[in-house]
Nanobody, 126 residues
């Protein structure tokens, strides 16, 4: 299993910056990629940013250069630096990991799986 715990959300004003953190634990050697998603009331969940060795960095079209996804692999941490926040960015932000199961040593096995954090609320006032 992979356990994801987000932190860093809060209430900010339009134009402010905020950095979200995601702490991963469990079968972390078998994580293939990590992402940030968000879901606002009445809207579908959408990808904010993705990071993996195979795909590099991918951002949602709405990001428009404002956000940066990064990781500290040694610490199993994922970050989302958000700048110039807008009221439209108000949502629950979720950490996501694509992974497999960890076996003996560092062997990864099983079908592709995914884990989600519980989310952290970001509210941008205008």
């Amino acid at each position: 299993q992979v356990l994801l715990v987000e932190s860093g959300g809060g209430l900010v004003q339009s134009g402010d910056s905020l950095t979200l953190s995601c702490a991963a634990s469990g079968d972390t050697p078998c994580i293939n990629g990590m992402s940030w998603y968000r879901q606002a009331p009445g809207k579908e969940r959408e990808m904010v940013a993705h990071l993996s060795n195979s795909r590099g960095e991918i951002y949602g079209d709405f990001v428009k250069g404002r956000f940066t996804i990064s990781e500290d692999h040694a610490k199993n941490m994922l970050y989302l630096q958000m700048n110039r926040l807008e009221s439209e960015d108000t949502a629950v932000y979720y950490c996501h990991a694509d992974h497999r199961k960890l076996g003996s040593g560092t062997i990864c096995y099983g079908p592709p799986d995914a884990s989600w954090g519980q989310g952290t609320q970001v509210t941008v006032s205008s």
